[in-house]
């Protein structure tokens, strides 16, 4: 086993590669307008980054080049405390784990977990995703699945013909299977946002207060899903929330619980046996 362990206050940028599996890397910094890099090939690689300060970014990669290297339980660890900070994952290939928390407002929170087709033990998924939020003005994004599950696209909230099925679909939603993305923003005007394509993946949404109360204004809650028994389920409480879930495929359902007032939930869904469940009060 190789380590590399950064322990770094008050430096602008910091960056670490690591090249052979089972690799650990440890990044600390304290301060405004701090950068910190991470990437790790291969598989059994850890990092974890703690940031204290505004408008700090934190990247890590790992996984990298999984045609050659056998990527799979990677584990990646990011912890920012302050405004303005930007925090993103990379990872490939299968049962990797991404934690991201956030305290602070206008922060933006993003998590890629992909399987790229081909590459040794590569194609299963099982991989887990967490993002904690509190505060407000958040963005938080999970993508599992393979690249492109950005959809759909456009101004409105679906329509026409609800975007056209999501494009056609062509979205690869095989081969993974078995994910998990877990998202909990505490505040007001926060956006969640999860996509994810395969077989039996699960999403999980939650938006509350951050000062201990049981409402929050004005968040957005978004779960699109492609493929077969795949699971959403939403929770806000507050005023003026907004819920978009569309999901293709068989087999999908979802369950949206909005309370509170003056809400709104757009769901979509095509294929065959799918359920929706929307449950709003006051």
């Not at 599992?144 to 409105?156: A, D, L």
């Not at 957005?220 to 929770?235: L, R």
């Not at 879930?245 to 359902?253: D, E, F, H």
Request: aromatic residues 8%; without cysteine; proline residues 3%.
């Amino acid at each position: 086993m190789k380590k590399v362990i950064l322990s770094v206050s008050a430096m602008l940028f910091v960056g670490a590669v690591s090249f052979a599996q089972g690799n650990t890397s440890s990044v600390s910094q304290l301060g405004d307008n701090q950068s910190s890099f991470v990437d790790q090939f291969g598989g059994l690689n850890s990092s974890k980054v703690d940031q204290d300060g505004s408008t700090n970014s934190s990247k890590v990669y790992q996984g990298i080049l999984p045609g050659s290297y056998a990527a799979m339980r990677n584990s990646a660890d990011v912890m920012q405390n302050g405004k303005l900070n930007v925090a993103f994952i990379s990872q490939s290939n299968q049962d990797n784990e991404a934690f991201q928390n956030q305290l602070g407002n206008e922060n933006n929170a993003t998590i890629w977990q992909d399987q790229i087709a081909g590459a040794p033990l590569a194609t299963q998924g099982g991989d887990w995703a967490s993002q904690i939020q509190t505060g407000n003005e958040n963005m938080a994004t999970i993508d599992q699945g393979t690249s492109g599950n950005e959809k759909p696209v456009g101004p409105s909230v679906f329509s026409p013909s609800q975007l056209a099925a999501a494009a056609a679909v062509p979205v690869p939603f095989t081969p993974n299977s078995d994910n998990y993305a877990i998202q909990t923003q505490n505040g007001d005007f926060n956006v969640a946002y999860a996509s994810q394509g395969g077989v039996e993946n699960t999403s999980y949404q939650t938006q509350t207060s951050s000062g201990g109360e049981s409402a929050g204004d004005g968040n957005i809650s978004n779960h699109y899903q492609y493929g077969t028994g795949n699971m959403a389920s939403n929770t806000q409480n507050g005023n003026q929330l907004l819920n978009d879930t569309l999901q293709i495929g068989v087999a999908n359902s979802a369950t949206v619980t909005q309370n509170g007032m003056g809400h709104a939930a757009v769901n979509f869904s095509y294929g065959t046996a799918n359920t929706i469940i929307v449950n709003q009060g006051n």
